[in-house]
């Protein structure tokens, strides 16, 4: 959507949910970014082998909604900021309910563990590639996102990006939660959570350039 448009249909009070094209492009773009994100994951860091014990296990289905949270809320920040002049409302006190209850969980287990288990419940066996495996993986829906948005008028470029990039971020954490055979709460808590963040950045960083419109 440029300038012009949106003069026109400002003009004619036409309200920016009847543009269906744009809204259905970034729902596409989101969808297919998705999608690719999940098909590099399996050709390049396969799917978890003991995938099908770990989704019987009550640690993996916390580790995948918190992720799933995040993608909820930065969804309707992608959505909400899309558009001119549109407030983000009571979104970052749901943004921060996933991630106090996770660090409430982590905070537990590292409180009733004993002192020599706590390093590796907090570092795993995998936290010097999981943020870095996230942001690759995120990276399909960051490019998906930007492209989308630009369409739709959004105004607060540096929030968009930083939107875009948190909600990039999450589902790459969703992915990767199948293939990452980590499972306790003080990794989750920091290590996904820096992995979501890294493109939180780079989308606040690039957004007043990329969605400029």
């Not at 729902?27 to 995938?51: F, Q």
């Not at 971020?169 to 990794?187: D, I, R, T």
Request: net charge neutral; glycine share 8%; aromatic share 10%.
């Amino acid at each position: 959507m440029r300038t012009n448009d949106l003069i026109d249909m400002l003009a004619t009070g036409a309200s920016l949910e009847q543009a269906g094209d744009p809204w259905r492009r970034l729902v596409y773009a989101i969808g297919s970014g998705a999608l690719v994100s999940t098909i590099l994951m399996v050709k390049a860091i396969p799917v978890n082998p003991d995938i099908t014990n770990a989704i019987q296990l009550a640690a993996f289905w916390q580790k995948l909604g918190f992720a799933a949270a995040i993608a909820a809320v930065a969804l309707l920040m992608v959505f909400r900021l899309s558009r001119p002049g549109v407030r983000l409302g009571n979104v970052f006190p749901a943004l921060m309910v996933p991630i106090l209850a996770i660090w409430i969980v982590a905070g537990i287990a590292l409180a009733t563990a004993e002192p020599e288990e706590r390093a590796s419940l907090f570092f795993g066996n995998t936290w010097k590639v999981c943020p870095f495996l996230i942001t690759m993986l995120a990276t399909p829906v960051f490019a998906a996102s930007f492209w989308a948005m630009r369409d739709l008028a959004p105004t607060n470029l540096r929030l968009a990006g930083a939107a875009a990039g948190l909600f990039s971020g999450a589902v790459g954490a969703v992915v990767y939660c199948f293939h990452c055979p980590e499972l306790e709460a003080p990794f989750i808590a920091f290590w996904y959570l820096l992995g979501i963040l890294i493109p939180t950045v780079v989308g606040a960083v690039v957004g007043e350039k990329l969605l400029r419109w």
